[in-house]
């Protein structure tokens, strides 16, 4: 049975490991992992600079997963840093940009996560609310530490999100920041206390962004759909995927 190829950006930060310590091109596993329990064969995409770069990357894929990280760099959107705003990473915010660029000319199917729909948003024009606690006077979009917060989130009727996973469901979240904005994409998803938490591009491409973790889940319709999407995408453009 065939696997469509789905791209996975990467963080690039210090590591230790063994007896190095060295930059290293990094992502959680379970992106990954989730990739393949879905059927889809992962690729992992560090930043990378020089132009056309991302074109030749997209021409090979089938998927781009646009993950989460950082926080993205305020001045893409002209905002002043927040106080609580920190580690952005221009040359990661750049390579995504430039991937999301050639995959809309390509038409690829892609998924945002978390960092993934605030640089998708800014990308397209949009803003982003800093420090959503500002906003809902709670912290349980992103509890501390490496711990995830569990929200109730419901999803717009009739919308893609929604044949995916259903009128709600449970996630699992870490993000302090939200996004304000988001021109040409359609809100689609909310938490009770009204953050928006997805938004898909209208019409038949496949191109939708969460601000939770669907590669921490059980559940992982989110990437289901997409490797669906990757699927009937390599079968139209009559390119085999790998085996």
Same mark, same amino acid.
């Given at each position: 049975?065939?696997?469509?190829?789905?791209?996975?950006?990467?963080? =690039?930060?210090?590591? %230790?490991?063994?007896?190095?310590?060295?930059?290293?091109?990094?992502?959680? @596993?379970?992106?990954?992992?989730?990739?393949?329990?879905?059927?889809?064969?992962?690729? #992992?995409?560090?930043?990378?600079?020089?132009?056309?770069?991302?074109?030749?990357?997209?021409? =090979?894929?089938?998927?781009?997963?646009?993950?989460?990280?950082?926080?993205?760099?305020?001045?893409?959107?002209?905002? *002043?840093?927040?106080?609580?705003?920190?580690?952005?990473?221009?040359?990661?915010?750049?390579?995504?940009?430039?991937?999301?660029? $050639?995959? $809309?000319? @390509?038409?690829?199917?892609?998924?945002?996560?978390?960092?993934?729909?605030?640089?998708?948003?800014?990308?397209?024009?949009?803003?982003?609310?800093?420090?959503?606690?500002?906003?809902?006077?709670?912290?349980?979009?992103?509890?501390?530490?490496?711990?995830?917060?569990?929200? *109730?989130?419901?999803? *717009?009727?009739?919308?893609?999100?929604?044949?995916?996973?259903?009128?709600?469901?449970?996630?699992?979240?870490?993000?302090?920041?939200?996004?304000?904005?988001?021109?040409?994409?359609?809100?689609?998803?909310?938490?009770?206390?009204?953050?928006? *938490? $997805?938004?898909?591009?209208?019409?038949?491409?496949?191109?939708?962004?969460?601000?939770?973790?669907?590669?921490?889940?059980?559940?992982?319709?989110? #990437?289901?759909?997409?490797?669906? %999407?990757?699927?009937?995408?390599?079968?139209?453009?009559? =390119?085999?995927?790998? $085996?």
């Amino acid at each position: 049975m065939s696997a469509p190829v789905i791209g996975l950006t990467t963080y =690039r930060e210090p590591a %230790a490991w063994g007896v190095w310590q060295q930059p290293a091109d990094l992502l959680p @596993a379970q992106y990954a992992d989730a990739v393949t329990a879905t059927g889809g064969l992962p690729v #992992l995409l560090p930043p990378v600079a020089g132009t056309g770069a991302a074109d030749a990357v997209v021409a =090979r894929l089938d998927g781009l997963v646009v993950t989460g990280g950082a926080d993205v760099d305020p001045a893409r959107y002209g905002a *002043e840093p927040h106080p609580r705003t920190a580690g952005w990473r221009p040359d990661r915010d750049a390579w995504e940009a430039a991937l999301l660029d $050639a995959a $809309a000319a @390509a038409r690829l199917p892609v998924l945002g996560v978390c960092r993934g729909m605030q640089l998708m948003a800014v990308h397209a024009g949009g803003e982003l609310d800093q420090h959503t606690p500002d906003l809902v006077g709670h912290d349980e979009h992103s509890p501390g530490g490496d711990e995830f917060g569990t929200l *109730e989130v419901s999803t *717009e009727p009739g919308s893609r999100l929604a044949a995916l996973v259903g009128t709600s469901l449970e996630v699992s979240c870490h993000h302090h920041q939200s996004v304000r904005t988001h021109p040409g994409f359609t809100a689609v998803a909310r938490a009770t206390d009204g953050t928006l *938490e $997805a938004m898909e591009l209208p019409g038949d491409r496949f191109c939708l962004a969460v601000q939770w973790h669907p590669e921490t889940a059980t559940d992982v319709g989110l #990437l289901a759909g997409l490797v669906r %999407a990757a699927s009937s995408y390599s079968t139209a453009r009559g =390119r085999p995927t790998s $085996a």
